[in-house]
């Protein structure tokens, strides 16, 4: 079985920092992309960050600049680095891995940021 396991939300001052991280386990193979989305209560869901296998990533606009995807193969292990944290970023975030055998989710982790 396939799991995506979330970690390093929280409560977070404007301005802050945070990292997101998604571990995977499982016979989790041919990987096109990963994805980070947030959900936010009465919102619709918007796909923040992602990238593909080769490497090359994307961002949101309302994140560009802020937030850096990346991934450790290795430990099949994605990550969310967020800088410069706004109230608007406040949300549930979820890892996405989409594969060629579908589409895997994480758990979600909350990320509060409030002073």
């Known amino acids: 079985q396939v799991q995506l396991v979330e970690s390093g939300g929280g409560l977070v001052q404007p301005g802050g920092s945070l990292r997101l991280s998604c571990a995977a386990s499982?016979?989790?193979?041919?990987?096109?992309?990963v994805n980070w989305y947030r959900q936010t209560p009465g919102k619709q869901r918007e796909l923040v960050a992602l990238?593909?296998?080769?490497?090359?990533?994307n961002y949101a606009d309302s994140v560009k600049g802020r937030f850096t995807i990346s991934r450790d193969k290795a430990k099949n292990t994605a990550y969310l680095q967020m800088n410069s944290l706004k109230p608007e970023d406040t949300a549930a975030y979820y890892c996405?891995?989409?594969?060629?055998?579908?589409?895997?989710w994480g758990q979600g982790t909350q990320v509060t940021v409030s002073s």
């Open positions: 996405n891995f989409a594969t060629g055998r579908g589409s895997y």
């Open positions: 990238i593909t296998n080769g490497g090359i990533t």
């Open positions: 499982g016979s989790i193979s041919s990987i096109y992309a």
